[in-house]
């Protein structure tokens, strides 16, 4: 369970400093006021900076869910297969989901893909739920 989790954290990280390349850029170019930064409002932004940003935020949202579910799996010394192979589906539609979003942004098929994670994530959960009894 943790190498799912930490490869999590390694694409949160790359998304991070892609996010920070892009905002960083948008200033040195002029298309973004550094005051925009501050708030993160108040001017018409170009679309790559928007993505990369909610790329990043949602990187913070159902994930949290998954390091939750992880740490208890760990805590319970649950090591069945299920729940790794739900950890890794998660962590690949994740990955695949910051590729479309970032890339094409066909929103069908990111809600797809962000469909298959999620329920990755609730199948975890039952699985805890059921270990518990």
Not at 53 to 70: Q, S
């Amino acid at each position: 369970m943790l190498y799912p989790m930490f490869m999590l954290v390694i694409l949160t990280m790359v998304i991070m400093v892609l996010t920070a390349r892009v905002r960083v850029g948008s200033v040195q170019t002029g298309k973004v006021p550094q005051s925009y930064y501050s708030l993160m409002q108040g001017h018409d932004i170009p679309d790559f900076v928007a993505k990369t940003t909610r790329n990043f935020n949602n990187l913070f949202e159902v994930p949290t869910l998954f390091y939750a579910g992880g740490a208890v799996y760990l805590a319970l010394d649950q090591t069945g297969q299920l729940p790794v192979i739900n950890a890794w589906i998660f962590v690949a539609a994740r990955v695949m989901h910051s590729i479309i979003h970032l890339s094409y942004n066909n929103v069908v098929h990111r809600l797809t893909i962000f469909a298959i994670g999620n329920l990755s994530v609730l199948v975890m959960w039952l699985g805890i739920v059921n270990a518990a009894g």
